[in-house]
């Protein structure tokens, strides 16, 4: 089974050298670790490819070596080496290709440790942005979930990688969907990502915190309200993500009655939405009252998206067929002066 490891070993190795060599690096020191990379015992060739890794530039005089540590006959001097590589490469961009081709090794640990080390040297991989989107397709979740990883750390160069990201956001493993999610972020923004439902992840998160407390700005004034992730994870979780993306801001409160304000619709019709929709989610201890915040639907009970009304009387015959998700506990006069077309500035949680 593919380990799940951090290279915790190169801080270990690292303070092994201050040891060895008394705090003091040297030229004469880094020559003995090469030596060592030779040593007939292998524990002794992968302590010192550990050990020259965590020396960074200063052994980047071992990269030829390390590069044929990369074929030794003991597969932990084989990781080691790689792990080495992934630390020096920052300052050895020939490095680069060796690990991308690394990616697709028989292997799978040195695949994992290649991805690793890819994502260690960071922007300076952008030559390896190909192959680890390849390695978004391996077999193993987490050589995946660490292709994800590199290529959100090379950064906006890996931008050519996003619809494969993209795909990832499906993959069968939570964790690899989550990854590819940030990875996308760090490559583009969140204006990069796809409008999706929120993930199973993503909910079991808001879930666990509870109670949010936010903010809809409005050109009226701010409406805070307290959304109840706790009791409505789906539905919190959709418009925060939504609130987040900024995708509230500048829309139109495009319904005003005398018991209700309706808005985020992109349309400003009453019929757009962010281009999917989420199930019905409903809780007894959330009523239909003045102050409830809720999501707007069609005649289909699982048709809501992104549109919400905040109620301005109490409509008890709502209950059980719209989800409310929270309740205003300040800013009703805000809510009794809006009128249609007034817009939302933003919507933001206040701490999550």
Request: one cysteine or more; proline letters at 5%.
């Amino acid at each position: 089974m593919l380990l799940r490891r951090r290279c915790w070993s190169v801080v270990m190795t690292f303070l092994m050298s201050l040891v060895i060599f008394g705090g003091v690096v040297t030229a004469a020191s880094v020559e003995e670790l090469m030596d060592q990379l030779k040593h007939p015992i292998w524990t002794t060739r992968r302590d010192a490819a550990l050990q020259l890794g965590a020396l960074s530039l200063r052994a980047i005089d071992a990269v030829d070596i390390l590069v044929e540590l990369l074929e030794d006959r003991a597969a932990p001097v084989r990781y080691a080496a790689v792990n080495a590589l992934g630390q020096i490469g920052v300052w050895a961009p020939e490095v680069v290709p060796v690990l991308a081709d690394t990616l697709f090794h028989e292997d799978p640990e040195m695949r994992w440790q290649a991805a690793v080390a890819l994502g260690n040297i960071g922007f300076r991989a952008v030559e390896a942005i190909p192959a680890l989107a390849e390695a978004l397709l391996d077999q193993y979740p987490d050589i995946r979930n660490a292709a994800a990883w590199a290529l959100g750390m090379i950064g906006p160069a890996a931008h050519e990688a996003i619809p494969a990201l993209i795909e990832t956001m499906e993959d069968s493993d939570e964790r690899v969907q989550e990854m590819a999610r940030n990875a996308i972020i760090e490559i583009g923004g969140l204006a990069a990502l796809p409008l999706l439902p929120p993930s199973e992840a993503e909910m079991a998160r808001i879930a666990e915190i509870g109670a949010l407390p936010a903010v809809i700005d409005t050109v009226k004034g701010p409406i805070k309200v307290v959304l109840r992730g706790d009791l409505m994870p789906l539905t919190v979780t959709n418009f925060i993500k939504l609130a987040e993306r900024g995708f509230y801001d500048g829309l139109i409160f495009h319904r005003v009655e005398e018991w209700v304000v309706q808005g985020g619709d992109p349309e400003g019709t009453g019929v757009g939405g962010p281009g999917y929709t989420i199930k019905l989610e409903t809780h007894p201890a959330l009523r239909n009252v003045r102050g409830a915040i809720a999501m707007a639907r069609s005649a289909h009970p699982d048709s809501a998206g992104s549109q919400f009304y905040i109620l301005k009387a109490d409509v008890g015959s709502l209950d059980g067929q719209y989800a409310v998700f929270g309740q205003v506990v300040e800013g009703m006069d805000v809510v009794d002066s809006l009128e249609a077309g007034d817009a939302i500035k933003s919507i933001r949680v206040v701490d999550h």
